[in-house]
């Protein structure tokens, strides 16, 4: 099992929708958790940063986690089309150390 | 937020020669840089961890000769495929973190490497 769980998708939704991303893991020490989003033959780009639990929003973006489930989420709302991308979570146990992600999500929204 | 450049974006070799990918952080002190792989449709596959000044560690099953990574200053490190081979192709990312991190990384753009 890995340690880090990712529907590899594709998830294609309408432009507008809410779209909900999600990654599960089996290591309770994680306690950073970034979403990062790729675009095709580019680097990933963060996107969301946060630490142990709780919601965090950003413009369309909200990141949340819930470290009783080992459960995150990334929700973008009213979805467009440059939305569309390789999603990527990933976590560490300490700042400054290693990331381990996951498989990446990949998103395609539809004009 | 941070800025990682990478070059060369793509590089097309012929079997049997090196090939050197730099990786520069812009507006920050690199302490820390990663390299990955990334094969199509797949996530990162961490290559090797290297600190300014210090050999790299890489990760088990990368080939340390073949893959040099030298890290010789706070805002360059550089990934040298040495003897490329048609295998060796794939997107190569660096990433890089600065003294103060709080655990984001921040990704230069990717080198798309092509072996003939």
């Known amino acids: 099992q890995k340690e880090v769980e990712q529907d590899p998708g594709p998830l294609s939704v309408p432009e507008g929708a809410i779209v909900s991303l999600n990654c599960t893991y089996s290591?309770?020490?994680?306690?950073?958790f970034m979403w990062y989003r790729q675009y095709s033959r580019k680097g990933p780009e963060l996107l969301m940063y946060?630490?142990?639990?709780g919601n965090k929003e950003d413009g369309r973006f909200t990141a949340q986690v819930d470290k009783s489930s080992k459960y995150i989420s990334l929700f973008i709302r009213d979805s467009q089309p440059s939305d569309s991308a390789t999603y990527l979570c990933?976590?560490?146990?300490?700042?400054?150390?290693?990331?381990?992600f996951g498989g990446g999500t990949r998103l395609m929204v539809k004009p | 937020g941070a800025v990682v450049s990478q070059h060369p974006s793509r590089v097309i070799c012929k079997s049997g020669t090196s090939v050197k990918i730099e990786c520069r952080s812009l507006?920050?002190?690199?302490?820390?840089m990663f390299w990955y792989r990334q094969f199509p449709k797949q996530s990162l596959m961490l290559m090797a961890t290297?600190?300014?000044?210090?050999?790299?560690?890489?990760e088990q099953g990368v080939e340390k000769d073949k893959f040099l990574i030298n890290h010789a200053s706070l805002t360059l490190s550089t990934l040298t495929v040495t003897s490329a081979h048609p295998e060796d192709s794939s997107f190569y990312i660096c990433?890089?973190?600065?003294?103060?991190?709080?655990?984001?990384?921040?990704f230069g753009e990717g080198s798309r490497l092509t072996v003939l």
């Open positions: 990433s890089a973190q600065g003294a103060r991190s709080t655990g984001e990384l921040f």
């Open positions: 990933a976590m560490s146990v300490n700042a400054g150390n290693m990331l381990t």
């Open positions: 946060t630490y142990s639990s």
């Open positions: 507006d920050f002190q690199a302490t820390t």
């Open positions: 290591n309770s020490a994680f306690q950073y």
């Open positions: 290297s600190n300014e000044g210090s050999k790299a560690t890489y």
